[in-house]
């Protein structure tokens, strides 16, 4: 099946996203802001974001008085985009296959937009020509994805926990599906030509993550996005009964001192490296 993958990944994983979204849209603010200004989205902008999540850009393109829609392929998370964005239509449907234009009965769109949720199709190609078909001509494409594989959101306090697991065979393809898929420029830039957009630019967007949540230290807030993740559920999956509850509660403590080592003026933040890309569909070439 196409895109299984991904939708094993996010099955596992949708839940704790949806159950920390106010911490993981405190984190990604930055980039969050920087996509929706480059996106330029305005009154009555037929909008699609992809992998929607919790609906975060939905709710910021109706704020903006655009139409959204949205397409994740996490059931948890579709529901939770239609619960906080009740006036967008939220579509559980893998973007790479699905027939978006159809599925969302409306015009083609104006703004195709995607935070940290691209960088997950098998055939990233097909995806983005797929993407491109449901887009009018002369519409934008606006995304950010991560820059560089060594990016502390996927290593700071992660590492305590997965230096404990087994080994596993090292993955040699850095173009696997996964969050760290688009940090090459010269792919990314050859993936959407060849799925038909123009004036592709990829500018480097660096952000700074900050995790004090609600005034926190930000500690807590970096535990609870760790343990949400699919690596953070493997290691509490395969840690805990090996550990017993102390040991793994003494894991965790473990945790939170690397975290606290990395405070800067009292709070958990550094910096993100991401890219700010955009395209545009030709003219004319809206569903060759």
Same mark, same amino acid.
């Given at each position: 099946?196409?895109?299984?993958?991904?939708?094993?990944?996010?099955?596992?994983?949708?839940?704790?996203?949806?159950?920390?979204?106010?911490?993981?849209?405190?984190?990604?603010?930055?980039?969050?802001?920087?996509?929706?200004?480059?996106?330029?989205?305005?009154?009555?902008?037929?909008?699609?974001?992809? $992998?929607?999540?919790?609906?975060?850009?939905?709710?910021?393109?109706?704020?903006?008085?655009?139409?959204?829609?949205?397409?994740?392929?996490?059931?948890?998370?579709?529901?939770? =985009?239609?619960?906080?964005?009740?006036?967008?239509?939220?579509?559980?449907?893998?973007?790479?296959?699905?027939?978006?234009?159809?599925?969302?009965?409306?015009?083609?769109?104006?703004?195709?937009?995607? %935070?940290?949720?691209?960088?997950?199709?098998?055939?990233?190609?097909?995806?983005?020509?797929?993407?491109?078909?449901a887009a009018a001509p002369g519409a934008t494409l606006t995304f950010v994805c991560w820059r560089d594989?060594?990016?502390?959101?996927?290593?700071?306090?992660?590492?305590?926990?997965?230096?404990?697991?087994?080994?596993?065979?090292?993955?040699?393809?850095?173009?696997?599906?996964?969050?760290?898929?688009?940090?090459?420029?010269? %792919?990314?830039?050859?993936?959407?030509?060849? =799925?038909?957009?123009?004036?592709?630019?990829?500018?480097?967007?660096?952000?700074?993550?900050?995790?004090?949540?609600?005034?926190?230290?930000?500690v807590q807030a970096r535990l609870a996005m760790i343990l949400a993740t699919t690596t953070g559920q493997?290691?509490?999956?395969?840690?805990?009964?090996?550990? $017993?509850? %102390?040991?793994?509660?003494?894991?965790?403590?473990?945790?939170?001192?690397?975290?606290?080592?990395?405070?800067?003026? $009292?709070?958990?933040?550094?910096?993100?490296?991401?890219?700010?890309?955009?395209?545009?569909?030709?003219?004319?070439?809206?569903?060759?």
């Open positions: 099946m196409v895109n299984e993958s991904a939708r094993e990944y996010w099955a596992g994983c949708g839940a704790g996203w949806v159950d920390n979204a106010h911490v993981f849209d405190h984190v990604l603010a930055s980039f969050t802001d920087a996509l929706v200004h480059a996106a330029d989205i305005g009154p009555g902008d037929r909008v699609l974001d992809i $992998g929607c999540g919790a609906g975060t850009l939905l709710q910021l393109a109706v704020k903006r008085g655009a139409i959204p829609v949205g397409v994740d392929i996490s059931e948890a998370m579709v529901q939770a =985009a239609r619960r906080r964005v009740p006036q967008a239509t939220v579509l559980h449907a893998d973007a790479q296959t699905a027939d978006l234009n159809g599925a969302a009965a409306g015009c083609p769109f104006d703004r195709v937009v995607s %935070r940290f949720g691209v960088m997950f199709f098998d055939d990233p190609a097909a995806a983005f020509a797929n993407m491109r078909h594989a060594e990016n502390p959101i996927f290593t700071l306090g992660t590492s305590i926990l997965t230096d404990q697991l087994d080994p596993v065979p090292t993955e040699t393809d850095p173009h696997t599906p996964g969050p760290r898929a688009f940090g090459d420029r010269d %792919r990314v830039q050859t993936i959407l030509t060849d =799925a038909g957009w123009g004036e592709v630019t990829m500018d480097p967007l660096d952000g700074i993550c900050d995790h004090g949540v609600d005034g926190s230290d930000g493997q290691a509490r999956a395969e840690l805990e009964p090996r550990l $017993g509850s %102390r040991g793994w509660a003494a894991l965790i403590d473990e945790v939170r001192v690397e975290l606290r080592r990395n405070l800067v003026d $009292g709070v958990l933040k550094f910096v993100g490296r991401t890219w700010l890309v955009t395209a545009t569909n030709p003219s004319g070439l809206a569903a060759d």
